[in-house]
T-cell receptor
């Protein structure tokens, strides 16, 4: 069974600085998709960024980018120029031939 | 609002009662997924449905829980004879029909179920 591990329960970052959230996963599948979701205090689940495993190029969405290392099964999220509105729980998720599998999340605090 | 709509936003039930959670997918989406989130946990998959069909219910508890997605109307997650351990946030997500496996799922705002 696929598993997703987020080893950092909590992280903090100064406003305008950069932070990296870690995610590793375990799978025997070769085709899959990886996602980062943001869950602010309102509890919405907001898709931040998505990566197809067959693409070598790392996905980027404005201030959000990923470092996808397929051989290492690592999928970290980098947030640049952190803003107060980035404070939230961040969940890494995997999807192959199974429904979405989520990690336990990392709570990100942004310090003004 | 063309997003995934869940209602109610909050639901309070006493032990032994039934809870019914509703989800209307995004316009044009015919695949619905239900997830449960316990406090301080990630979301756990429960069931995947298309119109009138359950595709994957591997995450559903064997007893008391059921789900449907009728031809007309919203998807319903039903929990019978609720217990305290059912207290959680229940999220619905939807995706388009075409190549659903590689489409990102769009989530509703969730229903927070509290059992007294």
């Amino acid at each position: 069974a696929q598993t997703v591990t987020q080893s950092q329960p909590e992280m903090s970052v100064q406003e305008a600085e950069t932070v990296t959230l870690s995610c590793t996963y375990d799978t025997s599948e070769s085709d899959y998709y990886l996602f980062w979701y943001k869950q602010p205090p309102s509890r919405q689940m907001i898709l931040v960024i998505r990566q197809e495993a067959y693409k070598q190029q790392n996905a980027t969405e404005n201030r959000f980018s990923v470092n996808f290392q397929k051989a290492a099964k690592s999928f970290s999220l980098k947030i640049s120029d952190s803003q107060l509105g980035d404070a939230a729980m961040y969940f890494c998720a995997y999807r192959g031939n199974t429904p979405l599998v989520f990690g336990k999340g990392t709570r990100l605090s942004v310090i003004a | 609002n063309a997003g995934v709509m869940q209602n109610p936003r909050h639901l309070v039930r006493r032990r032994g009662q039934e809870a019914r959670l509703r989800c209307s997918p995004m316009k044009g989406h015919s695949h619905v997924y239900w997830y449960r989130q316990l406090p301080e946990e990630g979301l756990k998959f429960m069931v995947y449905l298309q119109k009138e069909n359950i595709i994957d219910e591997s995450g559903m508890p064997k007893e008391r829980f059921s789900a449907e997605f009728p031809k007309e109307g919203p998807s319903i997650l039903r929990i019978q004879q609720v217990v305290r351990g059912d207290s959680a946030a229940y999220f619905c997500a939807s995706s388009p029909a075409v190549e659903a496996s590689n489409q990102p799922q769009h989530f509703g705002d969730g229903t927070r179920l509290s059992i007294l």
